[in-house]
């Protein structure tokens, strides 16, 4: 009777498995630009104090499909780039929770797995995050076809240091760091920053700067990341999300980029928390409100969201 149970037990959870697993497309399909080959280099996965999983080592990059349900399907799509400081990855709660939440409003999300920048994998560890995520663009775009969706409303979201990258998409999009020979536009319809890293010049002794680009900062490699300094009149249009109380990434970032935005006549919406730290992705245990419906109202007001 219990190997009956247990039977039973053991297939409900593969079926589970089955029901909740996603689409995984490596991100290129041959060489990786700018690989350095080092077998020793392996991807490791552990559950911070926090409960949730994060990624760490990460040199073979990834999407990650989450469908929608075809009646809610509406044709908009995200590319979320999860934080983690550009040493480890929050690829649950800066992830997939965000992506499921996307589903259930219609809009189809891929999780990006960047590489974190290290010299052991690659030739220029700070520039290989910004081509994994101008070749996700490039791959959603290319086959929006495929997903069924409009390919004049696919964004970029992303959280902390991944909101960094993000960021660095929406303004660096007009040259291309990959190989687009069909050149397809690499500029996000639209951004989502959670409680983004913008600059670094302010903040240089943060991790995600020396993880990115040190210890030897370069001037102009400083200024190239500190994405503020490249918003102009074509820098899709933004929501930011930021605590005041957070002490990782200073509430300055997220109103700096914020000015910029505004200075170049670039729509933009910001909202702003008195407390809630960092990291909180969709909880912020500080505060009742849902800051998500407030994205898919913005999302709904500036035709992101046209069903």
Request: proline fraction near 5%.
């Amino acid at each position: 009777m219990i190997n009956m149970k247990l039977k039973l037990l053991f297939s409900l959870c593969f079926l589970f498995k089955l029901a909740t697993a996603q689409t995984v497309i490596p991100l290129y399909e041959g060489t990786i630009p700018g690989a350095i080959k080092d077998d020793s280099y392996i991807e490791k996965q552990h559950v911070g104090e926090d409960g949730k999983r994060y990624l760490s080592f990460v040199s073979k990059p990834t999407l990650t499909v989450f469908l929608p349900s075809k009646e809610k399907a509406n044709g908009t799509a995200v590319v979320i780039c999860p934080g983690g400081g550009y040493q480890v990855l929050a690829v649950e709660h800066e992830g997939e929770e965000l992506a499921k939440r996307f589903n259930d409003y219609g809009i189809t999300a891929f999780v990006l797995k960047y590489r974190l920048p290290s010299s052991a994998i690659m030739e220029d560890k700070a520039i290989g995050p910004l081509q994994d995520v101008q070749q996700a663009l490039l791959m959603v775009r290319k086959d929006a076809a495929k997903w069924k969706l409009d390919p004049n409303r696919i964004g970029i979201v992303g959280a902390s240091a991944g909101g960094h990258l993000a960021a660095s998409a929406g303004v660096h999009f007009e040259k291309s760091y990959i190989d687009n020979q069909q050149k397809v536009n690499l500029r996000p319809d639209f951004m989502v920053l959670l409680y983004p890293r913008i600059s670094l010049v302010i903040g240089s002794e943060s991790s995600s700067a020396k993880n990115l680009l040190g210890p030897d900062f370069k001037k102009e490699r400083m200024e190239f990341f500190s994405v503020d300094k490249y918003v102009t009149s074509n820098t899709p249009a933004t929501f930011l999300l930021h605590a005041t109380d957070d002490p990782v990434v200073k509430v300055e970032h997220s109103i700096l980029f914020y000015q910029a935005l505004i200075d170049k006549k670039v729509p933009a919406e910001m909202h702003l928390y008195k407390a809630g730290g960092h990291g909180f992705g969709l909880n912020n245990k500080m505060s009742t409100d849902d800051w998500f419906l407030r994205l898919i109202n913005w999302l709904k007001d500036s035709r992101f969201i046209v069903k």
